[in-house]
């Protein structure tokens, strides 16, 4: 019993590192800050150096692991900061570096599936939002736009996407809504508020 128990858990941790290595192949490691950084290596060290759950002397399960995620009654480790970093780099890196608009469109949503609550998730917002404006996809970049002024409102990207949302509602034609969102950018600080005032300027 406890040998066919080691044997589960050595599967279950052996796809879970297939898995990760598989999204490294996909996404793509980039540099971070100068210097070369091996994501997937990365992806494996979290995986290889945390231990799926501890097994006492009776072959039963410690769990006493409180921040991991449990699959079909396994305890899994929790993900690694670096791995949710170097996947959000990856993804906004093909857009601010690689140009690639499609492929970081895809990678960005991608990461929002993964890490719907990682340190990165707004940012991920933002980005996807300019890329549906170069795409003249504006009704997904207003909902873009939106989720950061709505959920992230301390966020440094939050003024830009007030302005964002202003031009994209006086495109709409709905100048009320246009005037309420130029005048909050406009009122902060840094460069957005000098663009917003001037485009205030300009159409009202």
Do not use: C
Not at 36 to 54: E, F, R, T
Not at 57 to 70: C, K, L, M
Not at 96 to 114: C, M, P, V
């Amino acid at each position: 019993m406890v040998e066919e128990l080691k044997h589960e858990l050595q599967q279950v941790k052996q796809r879970q590192l297939d898995d990760y290595l598989d999204i490294d192949r996909r996404l793509g490691s980039q540099a971070l800050d100068g210097n070369n950084v091996d994501s997937a290596s990365i992806a494996a060290k979290s995986l290889v150096g945390a231990p799926l759950v501890q097994e006492r002397v009776d072959g039963s399960i410690n769990d006493r692991a409180t921040d991991s995620a449990s699959v079909n009654g396994f305890i899994l480790p929790a993900v690694d900061d670096d791995v949710v970093k170097i996947d959000y780099e990856t993804a906004s890196n093909m857009l601010l570096k690689a140009r690639d608009i499609d492929g970081a469109a895809t990678a960005l949503k991608l990461h929002l599936e993964k890490y719907p609550t990682s340190l990165y998730t707004a940012n991920a917002h933002y980005w996807l939002g300019e890329i549906y404006l170069l795409q003249r996809q504006d009704e997904l970049a207003r909902q873009s736009f939106t989720t950061i002024v709505e959920q992230y409102p301390n966020h440094p990207k939050v003024m830009d996407s007030n302005f964002k949302l202003g031009k994209i509602y006086f495109q709409l034609g709905q100048n009320k809504l246009a005037r309420r969102f130029l005048e909050t950018a406009a009122a902060s600080s840094g460069g957005v508020a000098s663009k917003a005032q001037s485009y205030l300027d300009s159409n009202f």
